[in-house]
């Protein structure tokens, strides 16, 4: 008999998260974030209460667009009419706001 402990497989795992899915109305910027050039850094960066979180320019575009009054279709449909060569990127821009959403960027 050995004396390594066993592990039981039937337990059940559970993970806490603070993950809300994105709504359906209009997104803004979380309170207490905003977003800046960093001219030392050369790019936009996101500023909020406990950090900073420096933003590639694709970030930044559509952060941008993050106005308090458009949706995300709304977001999707204007960076689209303005980047009509990137062909569709519809679910690249929603999966980007998403974790910007998970991650309490946008509210």
Known sequence: MSD???????????????????????????????????????CDVLLYPEGVVQLSETAAMILKQVDGQKDATGIVSSLMQQFPEAGDISGDIRSFLEVAHARGWIA
């Open 4 to 42: 390594a402990p066993t592990r039981n497989t039937e337990q059940k795992v559970e993970y806490a998260t603070d993950y809300k899915p994105l709504h359906d109305g209009p997104l803004k910027l979380a309170r207490g974030h905003r977003i800046q050039y960093e001219t030392a850094q050369g």
